[in-house]
């Protein structure tokens, strides 16, 4: 997250619980949450919101978002690297470690097996394995949120 995605994040806090919000805020939460989406980090905050008055801190982001994206990772297989990566092993272990990345952040398996294509530095195969849905933030946060509350 950029400082400007986390002023939007703290704009969305302020939205419940009245906090100010001035650049230095905006700094230490893009400097606390560098690896987090913003709309992961949007979806954490009402999520604790809906379940707390609590004020809100950047570790609590940081353990929703770390909940959601292992649920995105839950049934989808490991991609399977292109041929073309077939002589490297270290290659194919980065081209499956950037696509379960890009997965659990909310691509696509198509967009996922893209981005680690460019990671690695070969051409994007055009024709793919059927893409299913693709796993978003909310379907996968409400599914947490489920789990929760099933806790209580």
Known sequence: MNVSEAAAALSVCSSFDRRTVGEADA???AAALPDVRFEDARDAI???YRETREWIMPADVLRRVRL???ERLVGIAAPT????LADDPRAEQRWARVA??????GATEQEAAATACRAVGIDVPTAGPAVGPPSGARAALARVMDSTKEDE
């Open 46 to 48: 009402v999520a604790h």
């Open 100 to 105: 379960r990345n890009a997965i659990a952040s």
């Open 27 to 29: 700094q230490a939460w």
């Open 68 to 70: 959601v994206r292992r």
């Open 81 to 84: 690297p292109p041929a073309a």
